[in-house]
Each structure stands twice: as structure tokens, then as C-alpha cells.
């Protein structure tokens, strides 16, 4: 609770030091709804920054993290649409095509490199996450890589907490059909 009490001092390091304590959550929360890295560091930025105006409200380290991760789901996904709507109006217009055939990169070649594996290895329960439906990622999300409990996520994404026990024992059984039919690659 140090650290929170020295950024409402407008302290601006403490400030930084809080942020790369939760870095990593923050980042992969963006991730759920972003690819490019631009993307995720406008969502981060507009969300970082809200939450420095904020801080002051912030009673606990946990307060803050879960208000921010909040923000980060809110404005990723209403980025998200956003960008779907005007990718959708851009082929209507015909101002862009797509070629289904392209791939950026091909996984098939990295199988083999130990790195890869490693690094497969390390993501499985990211790899879930983003393998499950859309609508149930920031649950699976706070759930299993931020650790939140069901009351705090209720609060964040403003469901009851039953409502978020039934979609986290969705999430497990489509976990549970993943693991079972191999569809996500281990």
C-alpha cells in the first residue's frame, strides 16, 4: 500500500513502479482483443491514463488493478467494434480486399524449434483463453491469469457473481472439449 500512497503524492516514478508490477496483466488484458502491438499500446495508454487521473479514489494496490483492468476491457472492446465496423464499410466500399489464402506466418515451420516449444508450453492457459469464445475471454481472463475472484470480477465486468461462476463453469467445460478433442496444440 506504500507504493499507492506515494502516487497520490504525485509522485510520478511510483507512479511507473506500480504499472510494471501489473504490466503483465495489463498487457495480456489488451491482448484479448488485439494482435498488434499498436493496438494494445493505444488501449493500455488511454487506459493507463485514466487511471492516473483516478489514482486518488484508489483505496488498495487492488483497487486499482481491477478499476484498470475494468477500463482496459470497456475500451478494448469498444475499439475492437469499432475497427470492425470500419473494416466492414472499407470492403463494402470495396477500398480494400482480403486474400484468405495469405498467411502472415506459419507455425508449421516454428514446431520444431525448442524455443517455440518452450514457449507453447508456457502459454497453454493463454492459449485456452484466447482459443474460447469472445464473450467469455476477460472472465477466463481475470479468472485464471489475473487470479480475481468471482466477487471481482462480478464487479469489473458488472455481473452478479453467480452470473460469473456460470460462465467460468462454461469455460471449463469447453476447456475440459479442447483438452479432450486436442483442438488446442500442446
Known amino acids: 500500500m506504500e507504493l499507492l500512497q506515494e502516487v497520490k503524492k504525485s509522485n510520478k516514478q511510483a507512479f511507473i513502479d506500480l504499472v510494471e508490477k501489473y504490466n503483465h496483466i495489463f498487457y495480456k488484458a489488451a491482448r484479448l482483443y488485439f494482435i498488434s502491438d499498436k ?6 495508454e488511454h487506459a493507463l491514463s485514466k487511471a492516473f487521473r483516478e489514482v486518488v479514489n484508489f483505496k488498495t494496490e487492488k483497487e ?3 478499476w484498470t483492468l475494468r477500463t ?24 480494400f480486399s482480403v486474400n484468405i489464402g495469405d498467411k502472415i ?14 514457449y507453447r508450453r ?18 477466463a481472463f481475470l479468472y485464471y491469469y489475473a487470479n480475481l475472484t468471482t466477487d471481482e470480477i462480478g464487479k469489473i465486468l458488472k455481473m452478479s457473481e453467480f452470473a460469473v461462476n456460470n460462465k467460468l463453469k462454461s469455460i471449463r467445460i469447453k476447456i475440459y472439449e479442447m483438452i479432450k478433442n486436442k483442438e488446442v496444440d500442446l
Request: contains cysteine; negative net charge; glycine residues 4%.
Open 39 to 44: 493496438d494494445v499500446y493505444a488501449v493500455l
Open 64 to 66: 486499482f488493478l481491477c
Open 72 to 95: 482496459i476491457i470497456v475500451y478494448g472492446s469498444e475499439l475492437k467494434q469499432k475497427y470492425s465496423k470500419d473494416v466492414d464499410r472499407k470492403i463494402r466500399n470495396k477500398e
Open 105 to 118: 506466418t506459419s507455425t508449421e515451420s516454428m514446431v520444431d524449434n525448442a524455443e517455440y516449444q518452450a
Open 122 to 139: 508456457a502459454s497453454v492457459v493463454e492459449e485456452y483463453i484466447t482459443s474460447i469464445e469472445e464473450g467469455f475471454r476477460p472472465i
